[in-house]
């Protein structure tokens, strides 16, 4: 899996991915504003399909939500949230769809599945939809799924850590000293005896 990126100026950024296999590989980027097309491979045929074509969906949703929530939102607001509640899960389906289609091959799918699985980067939590990618991570090869499984398990750790840490810092800010009282190291009041 190939991921690029470009950007133009501070406004303008790009970024889309795609699978390094035998073929005529071909990328359609029409404009800065949406992931371009990928075509030419079989595997990159599928991945335009299930995933690129799915999130484009999704994006589209969410900027017709931006834009006419401040025109419509009275009228509008149900049925956006539904179009995009709809090319969501359409979005999520075509993940799991392509991941399970090319789990055999780990260096296709493991870097956007470890997204998937990522603890610290889950937004929803929905236990369904992950259940449903460890799914995926088990139909990979054995050695593959115990890399996979043991980062999420360092990063479930993690993300255990830095909620500890942030209550820590939380109660330290709250219980701030008012005064700190420094103690010199030598006291002066002890004499030698000669």
Sequence with gaps: MVSLSCSKGRQFRY???FVIEPGDIQLRIVDW???GNVSGAPINN?????IIECKKQVDKMLYLMRT???EEAMKSDARLN???RDAYIRSTEGCLLFGEKYAQYPDVIRSWLAMYIDPINQTAGDEAILSRFLHVVDLMPE?????????REYRTELQEHMAKARALKDSLD???PRFIEVVPNHSLSTTENE
């Design 15 to 17: 970024n889309t991915s």
């Design 33 to 35: 504003g949406s992931e």
């Design 46 to 50: 599928d991945y335009n399909a299930y």
């Design 68 to 70: 006419k929530q401040e």
């Design 82 to 84: 539904a179009l995009f």
């Design 143 to 151: 050695v593959e799924r115990d890399i996979l499984l043991a980062w």
């Design 174 to 176: 709250a219980k701030w």
